[in-house]
C-alpha cells in the first residue's frame, strides 16, 4: 500500500472510529448502506414502469368511457405509447453532462423530482395535451435509465453484489408495468399516477447519500472519496487496495486530462476502446427491441384482442404475459450466477426467435383459414416467447451494457448507446400500430424473428464473455487487433 493511500486511510478511520469491517456485528453493514443507495433507484425504475404501462390500459378506458375511439385518435394515441423516447434525446446530452460535472446525487434528486411533478400532472390531467406533456416529461426518466441509474448501481456497489443488482434493475421496471396493468385493469387508471406519486416520495432518502467515490476520485477529491469508499464497501484489506488502485487510476487520467476539442473528439471516436464497445452495445440494443418485447408490452391489449378477438381475454392474457416476464427475469438472475452470460443470451435469444417464427407461421395459417384460432395454443406461444425473452436478453441488456462500458469513456459510451436505444425503441413503439395494419400480426412477428435474429449472429461474432470476467480484462479484449476467443 502507498504512503499516500495509507494517509488517506489513516485520516478516515481516526475521524469515523472502527478500522475493520471483518467483525461480525458490522459484517452486513456495507451490504445494507449499498441497498440503502440501490432501493431509490429501484423505486424510480419501478415508477418509471408505472408510467411506461399506464397507456396501455388509460387509452382504452377513456374511449370506453366516452363511448369513442376518437376520445384519443389513433394518432395521438401512438404519440403516447411513444413520445418519451423522443423527448429523451436531449435529456441524455444533459444528464451525461450533468454527472460528469455535479456527481450522482444532485442529477438523481431532479430525476426523482420531475417524476414526482409528470404523474401529478397525469393525475390532474383532462385532456390529451396535458396527457402528452406528462408523457414527454417522462422522457428524462427513460434518458436516465441507460446512464444514471446504470452509473449509480454500478459505481456505489461492490463486485460481489454488482451483478445481482444490476439484473434487478430490468426486473423492476416490468414490475412497474405489472402493477400498472394490474391497476388499470381492475381500477380507474388513475389510481396508476397517484401510487407513483406516494411511492416516489421515498426516494428523498438520496439526501443522505455520499457522493461516488468514483466521481469523486475524477475529481481530485481522493480523502472525500476514501471516506466515501470506505462508508459503502466497508473497511478491510481488501477495499483498500481496491481505492488504491481506483486512486492510482484517477490521479493518472486527472494527469493527462486536456482541453475538450475537436482533435479530442476525433481521438475518441477513433478509440478501440471506444468504438467498439459501443458497437456491440447498440447491437445488443437492437437485438432486444427488435425482439418485440417493448412493443408487446407497450400495446399488449391491442395485440392479443387482434388474434383473440376478445377484449376481456386480452386483459387477463396481458396480466399473465406481466407475470411471467417477471418471474422470467427472476430466473435469469439466478441462471447467470451458474450460466456464461453468453451462452445464455445466444441460447434465450435464439429461443425467442423460434417462438417469433413459430407465432408468425401460426396466425398465418389462421388467416388462410387452414386452421382455426386456439386460445390455449395462442397463450401457450405467448407465454413461451415471453419467457425466452425475460430469461436473456431483457436482463442482459443492463449489466452486460455496464460491464463492456470502459471507465475512461463511460459517459460517450453511455450517451451514445442511449441515445440510438432511445431513437429505435421511440420509431418501433411509434410506427406499430402503422405495422400491425400494413402487414397483419403474422407479418409483425415475422418482421421481428428475423431482424432480432439477425442481430443475434452479428453478437454471436463480437460479444466476448464477461462473467468472472474483471473490467480490465474485457477493456484488454476490446483493445486488442483483432476478435481473438474470449473465452
Not at 337 to 357: D, E, N, Y
Request: hydrophobic content about 45%; some cysteine.
Amino acid at each position: 500500500m502507498s504512503n499516500g493511500m495509507k494517509d488517506y486511510y489513516h485520516r478516515v478511520v481516526s475521524n469515523e472510529g472502527d478500522d475493520d469491517d471483518d467483525d461480525e456485528g458490522n459484517k452486513y453493514r456495507p451490504l445494507l448502506r449499498q441497498i440503502l443507495i440501490t432501493s431509490p433507484a429501484w423505486m424510480l425504475l419501478f415508477a418509471t414502469g408505472f408510467s411506461f404501462g399506464a397507456p396501455t390500459v388509460f387509452i382504452p378506458q377513456i374511449r370506453k368511457e366516452k363511448n369513442s375511439t376518437e376520445a384519443i385518435s389513433d394518432e395521438m394515441a401512438s404519440w403516447l405509447s411513444s413520445v418519451f423516447g423522443y423527448s429523451s434525446l436531449p435529456w441524455i446530452i444533459v444528464i451525461c453532462y450533468a454527472i460528469t460535472r455535479l456527481g450522482r446525487k444532485i442529477p438523481f434528486m431532479f430525476v426523482s423530482i420531475n417524476t414526482f411533478v409528470f404523474n401529478v400532472i397525469l393525475y390532474f390531467s383532462t385532456s390529451n395535451t396535458q396527457m402528452l406533456i406528462s408523457e414527454i416529461l417522462q422522457g428524462m426518466n427513460h434518458g436516465a435509465n441507460l446512464t444514471l441509474t446504470i452509473i449509480i448501481l454500478s459505481e456505489y456497489t461492490s463486485p460481489k453484489y454488482r451483478g445481482v443488482f444490476l439484473t434487478i434493475k430490468s426486473a423492476t421496471f416490468y414490475w412497474g408495468v405489472w402493477c400498472a396493468n394490474a391497476i388499470g385493469t381492475f381500477l380507474h387508471w388513475k389510481y396508476i399516477p397517484l401510487t407513483a406519486i406516494v411511492l416516489i416520495l421515498y426516494n428523498f432518502v438520496s439526501f443522505l447519500w455520499p457522493e461516488s467515490p468514483h466521481w469523486l476520485a475524477s475529481e481530485g477529491r481522493f480523502e472525500e472519496c476514501a471516506r466515501s469508499y470506505f462508508w459503502l464497501m466497508g473497511k478491510n484489506e481488501s477495499t483498500i487496495q481496491e481505492l488504491e488502485r481506483l486512486v492510482n487510476s484517477q490521479k493518472e487520467c486527472i494527469k493527462n486530462r486536456r482541453t475538450f476539442d475537436r482533435h479530442r473528439i476525433f481521438e475518441i471516436l477513433t478509440a478501440k476502446l471506444f468504438y467498439k464497445p459501443t458497437l456491440v452495445c447498440i447491437v445488443m440494443m437492437l437485438q432486444y427491441n427488435f425482439t418485440g418485447k417493448i412493443v408487446c408490452a407497450m400495446y399488449a391489449i391491442d395485440i392479443i384482442k387482434r388474434i383473440t378477438g376478445s377484449e376481456s381475454t386480452a386483459y387477463y392474457v396481458m396480466l399473465l404475459l406481466d407475470g411471467v416476464t417477471v418471474l422470467g427475469m427472476y430466473f435469469g438472475c439466478f441462471l447467470t450466477r451458474v450460466v456464461k452470460r453468453r451462452s445464455l443470451l445466444m441460447t434465450s435469444g435464439t429461443t425467442s426467435v423460434i417462438f417469433l417464427c413459430i407465432l408468425s407461421l401460426y396466425l398465418y395459417l389462421i388467416n388462410l383459414a387452414f386452421i382455426n384460432e386456439s386460445r390455449f395454443v395462442t397463450i401457450g406461444l405467448l407465454v413461451g416467447f415471453s419467457l425466452s425473452v425475460s430469461i436473456g436478453p431483457v436482463i442482459l441488456l443492463i449489466s452486460t451494457h455496464a460491464e463492456l462500458t470502459p471507465l475512461k469513456y463511460k459517459s460517450h459510451c453511455m450517451a451514445v448507446a442511449a441515445i440510438s436505444y432511445n431513437i429505435v425503441s421511440g420509431t418501433l413503439l411509434k410506427m406499430s400500430p402503422y405495422i400491425f395494419l400494413a402487414f397483419g400480426m403474422h407479418g409483425t412477428f415475422l418482421f421481428y424473428g428475423l431482424t432480432s435474429g439477425s442481430c443475434l449472429l452479428i453478437l454471436y461474432f463480437c460479444l466476448p464473455e464477461t462473467k468472472d470476467k474483471t473490467l480490465q480484462e474485457i477493456e484488454d479484449y476490446f483493445e486488442a487487433d483483432v476478435f481473438d476467443g474470449f473465452e
